[in-house]
């Protein structure tokens, strides 16, 4: 059998991804060794992971050796041929490993009868993690180009395995903890042992380590606490502080409205409106007058609010229970004379069983480090929210997380999906060295190109999925040909209103303009399912995935509609203008809503308005039903796109936002990729361009299968361009294009899985 190390090296990179599947430590370490194994056709392939302490390097995985031995061999620096790979950190090969000086035989692990050998060390910068090694009994069986793919594979898996020794010492610490306690309970605790570790899900990359502010919907999280002893400050002092909150509340509004044009407007104008309201500082006043301390007047009056938001019916109004919140922290700091910054979320991490898109968008704005939600709200789209914020976010399973006390030290990384509380100072040196390795990375990643072949000269163009104005830079810096997907509707969830047509006129037109000639298709707006408009709710629907969402909102409410596209029409004034429609379910849904384009584009006419003449209409592919009637769309449309994220759910009936059936949710489920199949061979058949935008472009297991159906426009997440790029560049179009048929044969999910991990097809 051939070893086939261009493939293995994107599948570790898929990988990496295991760790947040699998179900513990030792099963994600045993995988990789397997995987990497079977890859290099190798007898035998181990983990050895570098222990700081002592010093010594310990068998942590093996494929092919003892696996008594897990844990037991232990060798120093420099002992034996692995412990020489580490020290001097360099790859050690040799064609038989017992001639070499340096071989030391460990008895009992079973390696007697292998002679070839081949250390790689893994390092984070110049930290010293662990050595990967194979060995195989035929001699001389690895070459110089097996270092290499190894080398490849140790720097792929170097973080996550970092991650994963992070883990082993936390467990370790905790075992110790139960000897310690069973053995004597007057010993003190070391500080170390408050520390708890969560697996959760990343939802949005970042490092982030705060003080936890708990926040929900409940009555008991108050977040306003006089403390005793506070000063007797008097009705003055209220006074100023109210000034003042008024004021930074202004501030806030305005530099957020500078950075975020696009979806900040009046964000924070419950804030403003509720401060001014006399109902709340007027009773404050008059409890201050009656000789109630000031502080306790305060935390009073925003308990009352509370508990009035937090009760009532309207959705609207229960949202502002955290904006009372907010000022009721804002007025207590500003009476201690606080400072800036301790009115707002520096340094602290929200831990919140709900946050609507709103919440997250001040929280940003009041500089909050990162966000651990608790599952419950979870919607998908808070995710992509978040990621577009930058925000560190992580989505946890385990409720208890919402009782920890307020103040507990917490950190999160949300590109694993961990979470820390009371984390020790190891794992928060760890913490900063991964935050630094990571921009390290991050920097190495800007190689961008500004055009993408595969390896036999085909043209793939890499777009990116923008949903706020101030993604734009990143995409220009990650050299994005052009906007795939703008989703037109997070101007509209984040408002506490409908944008007027000349608010939205402007947010396109800036679109526009920032992607300079780069093509931008715009998605009118898809609401409904998981992205409900707080201020205009779509009441009684038990299913809203099935409900009146996206095009099917438009064309129901089609003053919303008419305003988004004649707004759309006058933006794309004498530029290429792109407009697609998103979960087409008929021809008669496109047809319908490209008469409304039409309609819009005769009255801007009458009313003597520039506007684009002849913007080119596209289906977003999201349904069977779609897939079923893909020639009769080809043929109405000018262009097709499918949504990939949809697609999966309504074909395979699984709930893109449930977390509890997430393996369900299988994008490479024979049935998707035909659908897919057929989707772009029509494209092709009626001459119309046909693009990819769900999260599946960026899946390097995926874009050698879409790139073979013959798709040649992938939209992502600005970040992962580069990823995306390269994976391409590894790519030959022909043999991607053979594969694809093979797959595109099979029935079974575990096939086909197996064909895309190159392990079959
Ligand atoms: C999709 O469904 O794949 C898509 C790109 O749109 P969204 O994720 O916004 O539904
Ligand atoms: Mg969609």
Known sequence: MRKDNVELICNIAELAGLFQKSSGLSDFLQTVVSVVAYHMRAAVCSIYLYDDQSRELVLTATQGLNPESIGKVRLKLGEGLTGLALKELRPIREGRGSRN?????????????YQAFLAVPILRGLERVGVLVLQDPVENYFDENDTKALQAIAAQLAATIENAKLLITLHQMQERQAAGQAE?????????LGMKFIRGVPASAGIAVGRALPIG???DHFVVKPEAGMPSWTLDDFRRALAKTEDQIEQLQLSVEEKLTDVASMIFSAHLLILKDDKFSGAMESLIRQGVPVADAVARVVQEYVH???NSNNPRLREKVQDVRDIGRRLLNNLRSGEESQSDYAGRVIVASELMPSDILKLSAQRVEGLALVAGGLTSHVAILARSLQLPMVIVEDRSLLHVDEDTVIAIDGEQGNLYINPTPDVLRNFEELRRTRQVMETHLQNVADETYTRDGQRVHVLCNIN?????PAALRLKAEGVGLYRSEFPFIVRNDFPSEEEQYRVYRKLIDGMGDRPVIFRTLDIGGDKMLSYFPIVNESNP?????AIRFSLRHRHIFEQQLRALLRAGHQTKLHIMFPLVASVEDFTEARDIVHACMQSLEQEGIPYNRAPKLGAMIELPSAVEIVEELAAEADFLSIGGNDLVQYMLAVDRTNEAISDLYVAHHPAVLRALHRVAQAAHRHGRPVSFCGEMAADPKMIPFLVGIGIRVLSVEARQIPRVQQIVRSLDAAQAAEKARRILQMGRIRDVARALEGNGG
């Open 101 to 113: 000086p340096n071989f030391k035989f460990i008895p009992g692990i079973r390696e007697e009868q």
């Open 184 to 192: 004597t309970r007057q010993t003190a605790l070391p500080s170390e």
């Open 217 to 219: 919907m409940s009555e």
């Open 308 to 310: 009035l938001f937090g």
């Open 468 to 472: 706020m104005l101030s993604e734009v």
């Open 545 to 549: 995935f099935l409900g009146l969402r």
